[in-house]
């Protein structure tokens, strides 16, 4: 059975800085693609972060330069390292996994609970 438990998520300031992880079972993060999306109330679910097997990478304007999507192998493990947070980051943060490279919600299979992440001014 496949599934995806986010943790890492918290309170932090603005400016300040956090790692949100996905551990995943029932199936290999090397083998598939994985990304990370987010969604505040009232906001549609934002596509933020992605990876493909090989390690490349592919993040919406809204974070690129601030955020890193990475993963581990080893550890079946999926991060993304927040840095220089602002209020409008706050949000709740999903792992996802699916056979497409892209930023697009519909087009991941498996998802996550979701880990809140409050950042205050």
């Known amino acids: 059975q496949v599934q995806l438990v986010e943790s890492g998520g918290g309170s932090v300031q603005a400016g300040g800085a956090l790692r949100v992880s996905c551990a995943a079972s029932?199936?290999?993060?090397?083998?598939?693609?994985m990304g990370w999306f987010r969604q505040a109330p009232g906001k549609e679910r934002e596509g933020i972060a992605s990876?493909?097997?090989?390690?490349?990478?592919l993040y919406a304007d809204s974070v690129k330069g601030r955020f890193t999507i990475s993963k581990d192998n080893a550890k079946n493990t999926l991060y993304l390292e927040m840095n220089s947070l602002k209020p409008e980051d706050t949000a709740m943060y999903y792992c996802?996994?699916?056979?497409?490279?892209?930023?697009?919600?519909?087009?991941?299979?498996?998802w996550g609970q979701g880990t809140q992440v409050t950042v205050s001014s």
């Open positions: 996802a996994a699916g056979y497409i490279f892209t930023l697009r919600s519909p087009d991941y299979i498996y």
């Open positions: 029932g199936y290999a993060v090397s083998s598939v693609y």
């Open positions: 990876i493909d097997r090989f390690g490349t990478t």
